[in-house]
């Protein structure tokens, strides 16, 4: 595609249920991110992939998160049992091939509201 | 561990006033440097970067140098326009290998006509 595609642009979950968010990174980028901005706060790093392996997990903040990605395309970032404190932006970047310095292109995120 | 530090806005000047956007960070090694901008209802865009010290970044009529000496990346332009406003995001990233980027927790700048 064009750029970084993120859906949905917006959603609203109750506290202790599952939510599901996608990103479609540019066509031919093999390497995707996930951030998490909070109010006030800067871009939290998440987690990484390299195709379709993810070579780091550290940011992701409890195992209530986690996150796939298939075809070396579409990633998925699963939260489970959802807490108000995971109210936050979503953010979804792809790059070329995951190089230092390496340009990143943004989704304009997914606002999750947990109530 | 790494990290940036960039003032808090809002930042809000009129048209044509000087800009200056303080960026710090604290890093090991000679990590690289960027500003990001996400203007109103889009994406974040990389809008400059340098990799060393002393290299200057432009876009834009944006500028920034990369100051080992003081650990800053001030954004600066001369002449800003309506069409800036935007949050502006500074960053770094780690040249030691590793992929993260950090970044501050960005600047609302609004310009008025």
């Known amino acids: 595609g064009a750029g970084v595609s993120q859906s949905p642009s917006n959603k609203v979950t109750e506290k202790g249920k599952d939510v599901e968010l996608r990103c479609d990174p540019i066509?031919?980028?093999?390497?995707l991110y996930w951030y998490r901005q909070s109010l006030g706060q800067g871009l939290e790093f998440l987690i990484y992939f390299q195709g379709n392996s993810a070579p780091d997990k550290s940011g992701l903040p409890s195992d209530r998160f986690s996150a796939e990605r298939t075809g070396g395309s579409v990633s998925t970032l699963t939260i489970q049992r959802t807490q108000q404190e995971d109210s936050a932006v979503y953010l979804c970047?792809?790059?070329?091939?995951?190089?230092?310095?390496?340009?990143?292109?943004f989704g304009s995120g997914t606002q999750l509201s947990v109530l | 561990g790494n990290s940036v530090t960039q003032m808090e806005g809002p930042v809000t000047l009129s048209e044509e006033a000087f800009l200056t956007i303080n960026c710090t960070y604290t890093a090991t090694g000679y990590p690289s440097l960027f500003w990001y901008v996400q203007y109103p209802g889009e994406g974040l865009q990389l809008l400059l970067k340098a990799t060393k010290a002393d290299d200057k970044g432009s876009n834009k009529g944006f500028e920034a140098t990369y100051r080992k000496e003081t650990t800053s990346f001030h954004l600066e332009k001369g002449s800003v326009q309506v069409s800036d406003s935007a949050v502006y995001f500074c960053?770094?990233?780690?040249?030691?290998?590793?992929?993260?980027?950090?970044f501050g927790t960005g600047t609302r700048l609004k310009v008025l006509a």
């Open positions: 066509s031919g980028h093999t390497a």
């Open positions: 960053a770094l990233s780690d040249n030691a290998g590793t992929y993260k980027y950090i």
């Open positions: 970047a792809s790059s070329l091939g995951g190089q230092e310095n390496e340009k990143l292109f």
